[in-house]
Every structure is written in structure tokens, then in C-alpha cells.
């Protein structure tokens, strides 16, 4: 199978690139609902079936495609889960070491398969809490890259801009599996770099004449995690920031990382935003299971709740089509690891973080 990379590479900032490599990520399936849809034209976007469990792969693949190409053969990174496992995979498939720090609250599940693959994972003491606790930890963690002269990867926009243009690649396949430009598209919103991806990826569409429509892009969120819906609901401009106290996980990001470039992107599209419980999730992560077949994890469910929440409001008519981005796999949050892993996890504090790290082998 074609990778991504070198499918769309048109579209993306490797030129002259040859030789482009991939393990399989992308093409994943657009599959039409059998029954929570009802009577109305819902489509799963299956980003679930990437071969780390999470549409992260698009971008863990051209990002490491890019470091590859600039000579980068060690890298460190921020992750809640699924970044992390994409990162870890394309590190060794490439044979990059791969020096990962997550917050207190990762899932063991996602810790063993970002172990698996071989990275070294540390668990920072207040990282993930709030702004003013993660703010000293993120320029700490900048410095010891730069101490390093390698790079901090995070997935988002503000942070690694070109790696983040390889979600965009949703888009294209998105118009190419359905045969033109669906009415809707409903996202989960953590960071906001996945809807906001999205969004670009239909621009490059329209500014080359291959669509004539867009979409409208809906975001989607936890109400325990409100930084994008009421801004866009309200015509705001920028994100707000939150206490986040949401259990679903990957989707409590309480900064505006890429978030203000989300409500924007959903203001432009003239799509809406729309709030979901925390128990709304859960529900529908179990019909989409026993209605559907489809095992995905929390977050990957929020984009099926927010449509079900946009049908009883009236916002969305039964006649239109709507796609929702199913973004990981229900395995992640209940696997216990396929090994044991290489390298136990290290809890450590701001303190520790120093480019010792670094020369750890």
C-alpha cells in the first residue's frame, strides 16, 4: 500500500523527498452506520485502524520523516497517550531513541505500548495539571532539547507545524472515499490540531478547484473541558482556558495550544460547537460497539456523541450527511501490553529533567 507520504506529497513539505517510508498509516476506512444514525447519512471515519490505534500516526510519520532528512537521530517529546505510542513506533522504525514525558494521569495501557516499541518514558510530577504547573515544565523540557541540539515534538501546530500538515491527509481521503464533500464533520477538540488540520486540508482542496463546497467543521468536547465549543458558540476569537477535571482521556487539555486556531477554523467552515458529558462519551463508546461493531476508545467516541447531541437539538436534518473522526481504538484503553516491557517508566520531577537524560543509554 502507497504511503501517505508519497500519495499526497503534493500536498506536503517534503520536497524533492525520494524514498519515502511508512508503516501502513492512513487509508483508513470511511464506513456508513447501520443503525445510530437512524435514518440520516452518517459515516465513520475508521482512524482507529492506523497501525499504532490512532490517527497520530499521520503525523508521528511525516514528523520523523522530516527529522530523518535534517539529520535528527534523537528526539524528545510530550505525550498523554496516543502521541506517544505513534512517536515510539516510527522511532524505531527509523532507529531514533525516543525520550517521551507524560503527566501523572497516562493510561498503563498506552504507557506499555509506547514501551513496547522502545521508547524511554518518564512521568513528571505536576505535568498536565494546569497551565501555571506545565508551563515551567514545557520550557524546561525546550531547554534540554536545545542543550541536546535535537527537538521537542509536540503534536500540535503551535509547536511542529509541519509534521501536523500530515493530518490533514484525513481530508483528502475523506472526499475521495465518499465521492465529494459530506454536509458535516463532526471532531473531538483536545489541543484543536486535529480539527484544525482538517480544515486545511479541505482549503487545499477548494484553493485547487478539486471541491467546490466545504463542509461545515463541528467541534466537539467534554463539558468538563470547555475551551473551544462556547468560544465558537459565542463568536469568540480565541480559545478560553479551563480547569480540566474530564476523565476522558487525551481530550483534557486545559491550554490553548492550537485551540483559538480550532475556533477559528469552525468559524470559518460555519460549523458549531457542541458540549457532551463525560457519561455521554461512555454511553456512546458502548453503542458504537454493540450497534455498530466499531470498539473505540473514549475520546474516539466523542465525535458520535456530539452528532447524536446535534441531531436532538435540531441542528443537524436527517437528510444531510455528516462524517465522524473515530480518532483511536478501544484496545488502548483496556490492553495490558503484548510484552513485558524493556524499560520500566521513571517518575520523576522538574528537577531531574537535565541533559544527563540525554546521555542515558
Same mark, same amino acid.
Given at each position: ?9 503534493e ?39 492506523n497501525?499504532t ?5 499521520r503525523?508521528a ?6 527529522m ?9 517529546a510530550?505525550?498523554?497517550g496516543?502521541?506517544g505510542?505513534?512517536l515510539a513506533a516510527?522511532?524505531?522504525r ?7 514525558f507524560?503527566n501523572?494521569?497516562t493510561p498503563a495501557?498506552k504507557l506499555?505500548?509506547m ?5 524511554e ?8 495539571v494546569s ?9 524546561r ?5 536545545? %542543550?541536546?541540539?535535537?527537538?521537542l515534538v509536540?503534536?500540535a ?7 501536523? %500538515?500530515g493530518?490533514k491527509?484525513i ?7 465518499f ?6 464533520i ?5 489541543g ?12 487545499d ?10 463542509p461545515k ?6 463539558e468538563?473541558n470547555?475551551?473551544?465549543?462556547t468560544?465558537?458558540?459565542e ?12 476523565s ?7 491550554v490553548?495550544?492550537?485551540a483559538?486556531?480550532a475556533?477559528?477554523?469552525?468559524s ?15 454511553d456512546?463508546q458502548s453503542s458504537?460497539a454493540r450497534?455498530?461493531?466499531v470498539f473505540?476508545?473514549?475520546?474516539g467516541a ?13 441542528y443537524l436534518r436527517?437528510d ?5 473522526i ?9 490492553l495490558?501490553?503484548p510484552?513485558t516491557p ?5 517518575f ?5 529533567i537535565?541533559i544527563?537524560?540525554l546521555?542515558?543509554?
Amino acid at each position: 500500500m502507497t504511503s501517505i507520504l508519497e500519495k499526497y506529497i503534493e500536498y506536503l513539505p517534503l520536497a524533492g523527498a525520494e524514498d519515502v517510508d511508512g508503516i501502513g498509516e492512513g487509508n483508513t476506512p470511511l464506513v456508513r452506520s447501520s443503525s445510530i444514525g437512524g435514518k440520516s447519512r452518517l459515516y465513520l471515519k475508521m482512524e482507529q485502524l492506523n497501525p499504532t490505534g490512532s490517527f497520530k500516526d499521520r503525523f508521528a510519520a511525516l514528523e520523523t520523516e522530516l527529522m530523518k532528512r535534517q539529520g535528527i537521530r534523537a528526539f524528545i517529546a510530550t505525550s498523554s497517550g496516543n502521541t506517544g505510542a505513534a512517536l515510539a513506533a516510527y522511532a524505531a522504525r527509523r532507529g531514533f531513541r525516543c525520550l517521551l514525558f507524560v503527566n501523572e494521569f497516562t493510561p498503563a495501557s498506552k504507557l506499555d505500548q509506547m514501551l513496547v516499541y522502545g521508547a524511554e518514558v518518564f512521568k513528571v510530577k505536576d505535568f498536565g495539571v494546569s497551565n501555571e504547573l506545565s508551563a515551567p515544565i514545557f520550557e524546561r523540557l525546550q531547554q534540554l532539547a536545545d %542543550e541536546g541540539s535535537t527537538r521537542l515534538v509536540i503534536s500540535a501546530y503551535k509547536y511542529s507545524p509541519d509534521g501536523m %500538515e500530515g493530518v490533514k491527509t484525513i481530508a483528502y481521503e475523506i472526499v475521495e472515499q465518499f465521492g465529494g464533500v459530506p454536509d458535516h464533520i463532526f471532531v473531538p477538540v483536545g489541543g484543536g490540531g486535529l480539527l484544525s488540520g482538517i480544515w486545511r486540508g479541505f482549503k487545499d482542496l477548494k484553493a485547487r478547484d478539486i471541491v467546490e463546497k466545504m463542509p461545515k467543521i463541528n467541534a466537539v468536547q467534554p463539558e468538563l473541558n470547555d475551551t473551544v465549543v462556547t468560544a465558537v458558540n459565542e463568536n469568540a476569537e480565541t480559545a478560553r482556558e479551563v480547569f480540566t477535571t474530564t476523565s476522558i482521556s487525551g481530550l483534557a487539555v486545559q491550554v490553548d495550544i492550537d485551540a483559538s486556531l480550532a475556533v477559528r477554523s469552525v468559524s470559518d467552515s460555519g460549523g458549531r460547537g457542541f458540549l457532551v458529558s463525560d457519561e455521554m462519551v461512555l454511553d456512546t463508546q458502548s453503542s458504537l460497539a454493540r450497534k455498530e461493531g466499531v470498539f473505540v476508545e473514549p475520546a474516539g467516541a466523542v465525535s458520535t456523541a456530539g452528532y447524536l447531541r446535534a441531531l436532538e437539538t435540531g441542528y443537524l436534518r436527517e437528510d444531510e450527511s455528516a462524517v465522524c473522526i473515530l480518532t483511536g481504538h478501544g484496545l488502548k484503553t483496556v490492553l495490558s501490553g503484548p510484552a513485558t516491557p524493556a524499560r520500566p517508566v521513571k517518575f520523576i520531577q522538574i528537577g531531574d529533567i537535565g541533559i544527563g537524560l540525554l546521555a542515558e543509554h
